[in-house]
């Protein structure tokens, strides 16, 4: 049995989904559905159970002989959070314990950290697991800070000598975008909120540069599409001498400019953008440049292609956003 927290959200969603596809079951699902729709992320999965978090260790322990590794992808993702005790205990605390029942257990454990633990990437995008170049990180938001917290808590425990699982890896996810996504809201990839503008023949908004070395739309993201993401997941599964902290983009920068434009022309329709100045209250830390350094991920063995920015746009806006079933 494979168990993934955070499995009825984005990336985890499409993580079970893959599994089910590749009979890499059976699957159990920690995480909450509450009263919206994000129950349809995983309406069309055969699961073992779909468990509460505050009954996961009494889960893992009633099926400790089952478990086969944990996918570990339940967090408080909203960089906007700001309660940071709810952040600390959903985001660092459960991944330590998980981390020390794979341990003890001797399951493979497999979880999501961040590229918001670069903060404002003035030391770079280099996935480096080593405590002094962690330690040079600053995220810019309790979120970012959750997800280093917990890496830099697994480099102290590696570089102890502390027990570990037999296999693990945190993948510092860059700017994912794909479907089951709807229940974010405003924390959606641009994707989602730029198709439903481009469909009504809407000109898409975006923030003008203040920043002389990038023209308006010129700013730039690691976009990287969440089946990409779901493949090194799977690839990690099956590479059980694989271990370590692995960045999860495509190692090419792309600029908003070049999103929209894919979306206009997924729709069959002329880009039209709009450009407004960037709030005064996030100018200051805004960024303009993120771009995972895959260097490690390939030495590693993943050899697989990531999806082209224009490929991966049309895929979602035209087999799932603009589909009458959007969810996969």
Excluded at 216 to 223: A, E, P, S, T
Aim: net charge neutral; with cysteine; glycine share 10%.
């Amino acid at each position: 049995m494979i168990v993934v927290t955070g499995g009825a959200g984005f990336i985890g969603s499409n993580v079970v989904a893959a599994l089910e596809e590749r009979g890499m079951g059976p699957i159990a699902v920690c995480d909450r559905l509450r009263n919206g729709d994000k129950w349809r992320n995983i309406a069309k999965r055969e699961l073992v159970d779909v468990i509460p978090p505050d009954r996961l260790f009494e889960f893992l322990d009633e099926h400790r002989n089952a478990v086969r590794a944990i996918v570990h992808m339940g967090a408080i993702s909203s960089t906007t959070e700001t309660d940071a005790d709810l952040i600390v205990a959903t985001n660092f605390r459960l991944s330590l314990d998980l981390w020390r029942w794979c341990a003890e257990r001797g399951a493979p454990f497999i979880y999501a950290s961040s590229a918001a633990t670069y903060g404002d990437g003035g030391h770079g995008f280099v996935d480096d697991a080593d405590p002094a170049a962690q330690a040079l990180l600053r995220p810019l938001n309790p979120y970012g800070w959750s997800k280093l917290l917990f890496d830099r808590r697994v480099a102290r425990l590696l570089a102890d000598g502390e027990p570990k699982p037999p296999q693990w890896a945190g993948l510092k996810f860059f700017n994912v975008y794909g479907p089951n996504e709807y229940h974010k809201g405003k924390m959606a990839s641009v994707v989602s909120h730029l198709y439903p503008v481009a469909k009504a023949g809407k000109p898409a908004v975006l923030f003008k540069s203040h920043h002389p070395d990038y023209p308006d739309g010129g700013q730039l993201r690691d976009f990287v599409w969440v089946g990409d993401c779901v493949e090194v997941i799977l690839w990690l599964l099956e590479s059980p001498r694989v271990s370590g902290l692995l960045n999860c983009g495509t190692g090419k920068a792309r600029s908003f400019a070049d999103l929209a434009g894919a979306v206009y022309r997924a729709l069959g329709r002329n880009a039209d953008i709009e450009y407004v100045p960037t709030p005064e209250a996030i100018r200051d830390k805004y960024q303009y440049f993120t771009e995972a350094d895959t260097t490690r991920l390939r030495g590693a063995g993943f050899k697989r292609p990531f999806t082209a920015l224009e490929d991966g746009v049309a895929h979602y806006v035209q087999d799932f956003l603009d589909a009458p079933d959007p969810y996969r």
